[in-house]
């Protein structure tokens, strides 16, 4: 798709909503789009907690979460290649943590952090074997990166065989929870 300006000096984007959510016209941020762009995770505000919800798209459609919906409230979503893998901070007690919920299994890994950081951000990897996270430790901001490949299996583009893992050796990563 090539982009080029209209009219007088503004731009076509061809911009259009994410869907209706069915939450009125609250507040959405944090958007983060799977790597193939059919799923969309944002941060809506229910009940006084930040929540993450899942989307189809275009449709709008959501989708289930398991355990990570009674982990709230949420906060940086970040989507593997086909969805199946969900990464988000959640806050438990004093604490934030960075978990990652497999949506073909229904599992949810808890990410050992150092005691004394705080994370703010996260960025899975579209392949869902690696992470970044912006640390505050010291009053200073810092990004540790951790390898996951011992820890979830790849969700690379569908058709492409996929070994290790939740699901068994040989299954193709078909991006169907």
């Not at 299994?105 to 705080?118: H, I, K, V």
């Not at 430790?137 to 990004?143: F, I, M, T």
Request: with cysteine; hydrophobic share 35%; charged share 20%.
């Amino acid at each position: 798709m090539l982009f080029g300006p209209t009219g007088c000096g503004g731009w076509s984007w061809g911009r259009r909503s994410a869907g209706p959510i069915g939450l009125g016209d609250g507040n959405r941020q944090d958007p983060a789009l799977s790597g193939n762009g059919r799923l969309l995770a944002s941060i809506v505000e229910r009940g006084g907690r930040e929540t993450v919800i899942l989307q189809e798209q275009p449709s709008g459609r959501l989708l289930p979460l398991g355990p990570l919906q009674r982990q709230q409230p949420h906060r940086s979503p970040s989507l593997s290649w086909n969805g199946r893998y969900l990464a988000v901070l959640v806050q438990q007690g004093s604490r934030r943590l960075a978990v990652i919920e497999d949506r073909a299994t229904g599992q949810l890994q808890r990410l050992p952090l150092p005691a004394d950081s705080e994370p703010q951000r996260l960025s899975l990897a579209p392949d869902g074997r690696r992470l970044a996270i912006e640390v505050v430790r010291g009053g200073r901001s810092q990004v540790q990166m951790f390898d996951l490949a011992g820890l979830l299996e790849p969700d690379l583009p569908g058709g492409l065989p996929t070994t290790g893992g939740g699901l068994g050796g040989g299954v193709p990563a078909t991006g169907k929870p």
